[in-house]
């Protein structure tokens, strides 16, 4: 456990309420189908992610801290605005489906519950200490099997299942582009990348015997090493989850044709006339926990963005007294996503709109990433080269060309 860090707690972050809403509608509405997409993915986000943290570890920066210090002035706050927006939304949506799944199980105000989750989830880091609410993040990954369990609990037709993992089906209409570009939307996401560079960068700063590698290389294979075996997991770990929870909705939802699934909590509900109230029960409690898990990522990375955007001293290692900025864009980011759950906004159609919001907006992102890590002025000796490399190039032109063709789809 102890070489499992920023990579395994990234990778279930990235099964967040939104995640697992968007992997509901694409199971429910397309069928087992549509499971390859999460195998093709997986190499994609491996690769988009170990560069993410290689940055952090080797420059001793996240991304937001390279880019503003090697791109003109407006290509940071371009990345500060769209991160700010997709982080927002997200949070708001999460936090929507995490009170709706907990008034599923046992009642009550679901505008209480937005509140108490979002006060967990932002508060905690500013009061608790670095290391043990890491801890705390990583024990959190464990509410993820709730849907292996509920996989369990469903009878699965293996061989079509298998079929839709490994044989892909592809469409052109509207419906299937844009669940395509959710599923790596959400897989592959903007605040996916800042929080693994700038965990890496913090945890170097915070350990005195470690320098960033760009200037003492000594020992990179290690932690190079490291790096790639910690994304390789939580990479896994994200997409298994998925792949499960794919299974579940096309083996139920999808052969009761209850194809209009458009968020997790509604997913979970569906599930009980179907399978029962202990499928229900799991699907609800997985929501709750990953949704603890994924609004401090999510709020954090916005407030590593735009911290190091600005240079400002960062880190959830500082006291908050050390860092007020850091801390106040946390809070700021947190309680606007709890605001817009009292606005006239359908949160079940946010929920689904998130994903697709990052998957639109990851490309930029990723080009700016591309770019600084081959430069040997950012990376020094370095520099990522061959396989990583291009991978993460055909990573960052997949995520445009599902973009350009959902918009495509969307005019004609």
């Known amino acids: 456990?102890?070489?499992?860090?920023?990579?395994?707690?990234t990778g279930a972050s990235d099964d967040d309420p939104s995640g697992i809403g968007t992997y509901s509608q694409a199971g429910a509405q397309l069928g087992f189908g549509v499971g390859w997409t999460m195998l093709v993915a997986y190499p994609l986000m491996v690769a988009i992610q170990e560069i993410s943290a290689r940055i952090g570890r080797v420059t001793g920066h996240g991304i937001a801290g390279n880019v503003c210090r090697n791109f003109p002035a407006p290509a940071i706050w371009f990345l500060i605005v769209l991160l700010f927006v997709a982080n927002t939304v997200n949070i708001a949506a999460d936090l929507g489906a995490m009170a709706d799944?907990?008034?599923?199980?046992?009642?009550?105000?679901?505008?209480?519950?937005?509140?108490?989750?979002?006060?967990?989830?932002?508060?905690?880091?500013?009061?608790?200490?670095?290391?043990?609410?890491?801890?705390?993040?990583?024990?959190?990954?464990?509410?993820?099997?709730?849907?292996?369990?509920?996989?369990?609990?469903?009878?699965?037709?293996?061989?079509?299942?298998?079929k839709g993992l490994l044989i892909p089906k592809i469409s052109c209409d509207e419906a299937f582009l844009t669940t395509l570009v959710a599923v790596l939307g959400t897989t592959i996401s903007p605040y996916l990348f800042i929080w693994q560079s700038s965990q890496e960068a913090e945890e170097q700063r915070i350990d005195r015997d470690k320098r960033p590698l760009k200037r003492d290389s000594t020992g990179h294979e290690g932690e190079l090493r490291r790096i790639r075996i910690d994304t390789l997991v939580g990479m896994a770990f994200s997409n298994i989850i998925g792949i499960a929870i794919i299974m579940t909705t096309a083996a139920t939802l999808h052969k009761a044709d209850v194809l209009d699934i458009q968020s997790s909590a509604q997913a979970a509900a569906a599930l009980k006339p179907l399978v029962g109230p202990f499928a229900e029960l799991l699907f609800a409690i997985g929501i709750i926990g990953t949704g603890l898990l994924a609004i401090p990522?999510?709020?954090?990375?916005?407030?590593?963005?735009?911290?190091?955007?600005?240079?400002?001293?960062?880190?959830?290692?500082?006291?908050?007294?050390?860092?007020?900025?850091?801390?106040?864009?946390?809070?700021?980011?947190?309680?606007?996503?709890?605001?817009?759950?009292?606005?006239?906004?359908?949160?079940?159609?946010?929920?689904?709109?998130?994903?697709?919001?990052?998957?639109?907006?990851?490309?930029?992102?990723?080009?700016?990433?591309?770019?600084?890590?081959?430069?040997?002025?950012?990376?020094?000796?370095?520099?990522?080269?061959?396989?990583?490399?291009?991978?993460?190039?055909?990573s960052t032109a997949a995520m445009a060309l599902c973009t350009l063709g959902m918009a495509f789809s969307f005019g004609g």
């Open 1 to 9: 456990m102890s070489v499992l860090g920023p990579g395994l707690i």
């Open 101 to 162: 799944s907990l008034r599923l199980l046992i009642g009550g105000a679901a505008t209480f519950y937005v509140i108490l989750f979002g006060a967990v989830s932002v508060v905690a880091p500013v009061f608790f200490e670095y290391k043990f609410y890491v801890s705390v993040l990583k024990w959190l990954t464990l509410c993820l099997f709730a849907y292996v369990l509920a996989l369990a609990t469903v009878h699965v037709p293996w061989g079509e299942a298998l």
């Open 297 to 394: 990522v999510l709020a954090g990375s916005t407030a590593y963005a735009i911290g190091e955007g600005r240079k400002w001293p960062v880190g959830l290692s500082r006291k908050p007294r050390q860092a007020m900025a850091f801390y106040g864009v946390l809070l700021v980011s947190g309680g606007l996503g709890v605001a817009l759950n009292f606005v006239p906004l359908d949160p079940i159609k946010a929920l689904y709109w998130s994903a697709v919001v990052n998957g639109v907006l990851a490309a930029p992102v990723m080009i700016m990433l591309m770019l600084l890590v081959h430069r040997r002025k950012v990376m020094g000796d370095l520099v990522i080269r061959g396989w990583l490399y291009w991978l993460g190039w055909v």
